[in-house]
């Protein structure tokens, strides 16, 4: 488990976040999260207030571990390092009871002080930015708020394509979905735009390798974009799936044989390939490993 529940003995009429900073020894930056996020306790188990007094023995901390299962980054900085993260790995917690997410690997290898640049789907695969301190963290996201990067995704998407395609259309949430995290094209939807490059079609499969490349970074927009198209990609468990399939896939109680049956594959064919930026005068371009291929 990446949280755990760590004790510390109490100092009675301290205000609680002079004691994380003076006798847990934690930033000023830190113990305001904490306290905002709702992970400090008393021993009664009650959520401490920043600005309320300690009344008691001992104090709980909910304090978060990173736990590893192997991955490294593919490319390490003393600023800043590059995972190539696998599909069905979520970037981060999205609660206590998460068992593992990129951020465990990212904490256990650079410690508290490092955090994502920037984040991908769960299913998606690929290349995660991530920074080591306070300053490439300013930075770094500070370019991807102002998009000054180039990033390509590979997909293997149903159907061929032909030709070069540039899908400008909006996006916005799905009103009419019980799918809560569904997006759909939209004429007042946000501004999205998306160039699509054939790369390779296997006639057996009637299925294309593209490249997509992304001009601006809304959620789901590749694979929205795709499916608006009649060109889903090749195992998206929500975009052109039965809505009952997709919500039992996100209750995680869809088993694999329902996946390979509804689904029609175990995973989703969209992987962050290809990722290119400037940091302190010097320029990097970054691929990931995995190469899809749709001809054996």
Request: proline share 3%; with cysteine.
């Amino acid at each position: 488990m990446p949280f755990v529940l760590k004790e510390f003995p109490a100092v009675p009429g301290k205000k609680i976040q002079q004691f994380l900073i003076d006798d847990v020894g934690l930033t000023i930056s830190s113990s305001q999260k904490l306290l905002a996020k709702c992970r400090v306790f008393d021993q009664n188990d009650k959520v401490l207030q920043n600005g309320e007094k300690l009344k008691c023995d001992f104090i709980k901390i909910a304090m978060f571990e990173g736990q590893t299962r192997g991955l490294n980054p593919i490319f390490n900085t003393k600023e800043f390092a590059i995972f190539d993260k696998p599909s069905g790995v979520i970037v981060h917690p999205t609660s206590r009871n998460t068992e593992y997410s990129l951020l465990d690997e990212i904490r256990f290898h650079f410690g508290d002080t490092a955090n994502l640049a920037h984040r991908i789907d769960q299913e998606t695969s690929g290349l995660v930015l991530v920074t080591k301190n306070k300053y490439s963290d300013m930075v770094l996201k500070d370019m991807f708020e102002n998009k000054l990067y180039e990033k390509k995704y590979l997909a293997i998407v149903e159907g061929k394509i032909d030709k070069n395609i540039t899908i400008d259309e909006g996006i916005k949430k799905a009103t009419n979905s019980k799918i809560g995290v569904k997006m759909v094209t939209a004429s007042d939807g946000k501004e999205s735009v998306t160039h699509i490059t054939p790369l390779q079609y296997n006639k057996v499969k009637n299925q294309t390798l593209v490249e997509a490349t992304p001009i601006t970074g809304r959620q789901h927009q590749i694979r929205v974009h795709l499916h608006s198209i009649g060109h889903k990609i090749v195992g998206d468990p929500i975009y052109g799936v039965d809505e009952d399939i997709a919500d039992k896939y996100l209750l995680k109680k869809l088993t694999l044989e329902e996946r390979l049956l509804h689904i029609k594959d175990e995973r989703l064919r969209l992987q962050a390939n290809f990722l290119k930026f400037q940091f302190e005068n010097n320029t990097y371009a970054i691929y990931s490993k995995l190469k899809f291929k749709v001809v054996k």
